[in-house]
């Protein structure tokens, strides 16, 4: 039984470790981005509408770079340049103002 205690505790222990290290919530991503001043005047219903979008359309390397962008202000173009395959980038952000100006506004 003692042996069950202490796996438990360490599953416990990890699991509210992860939870410490989650990535923000599109809602804490849009807070945090208006409450800088860094939202260009959109509301938070905007935001979510563009990170929902975002989320669906860009792969998984790009939408990081970008969500980061938007929660902590920083600028990652140059590193959104060096992604490889840049005709894919490209046609993913035009891909992202599309489904925006479709379904955002």
């Not at 992860?18 to 945090?32: E, I, K, M």
């Not at 938070?44 to 563009?50: G, M, N, P, R, S």
């Not at 990081?64 to 992604?83: C, I, K, P």
Request: glycine content about 6%.
């Amino acid at each position: 039984m003692r042996k069950f205690s202490n796996i438990m505790f360490c599953i416990a222990s990890i699991s509210l470790s992860n939870l410490a290290n989650a990535a923000p919530s599109p809602g804490q991503v849009c807070n945090q981005m208006i409450s800088e001043g860094r939202g260009n005047g959109q509301s938070q219903e905007d935001c979510l509408c563009y990170y929902r979008t975002a989320d669906a359309v860009l792969d998984n390397d790009i939408k990081a770079l970008l969500f980061d962008s938007w929660y902590h202000g920083t600028d990652n173009m140059q590193r959104v340049a060096e992604l490889p395959r840049q005709g894919r980038v490209r046609r993913q952000f035009r891909s992202l103002q599309q489904e925006i100006r479709t379904n955002c506004q």
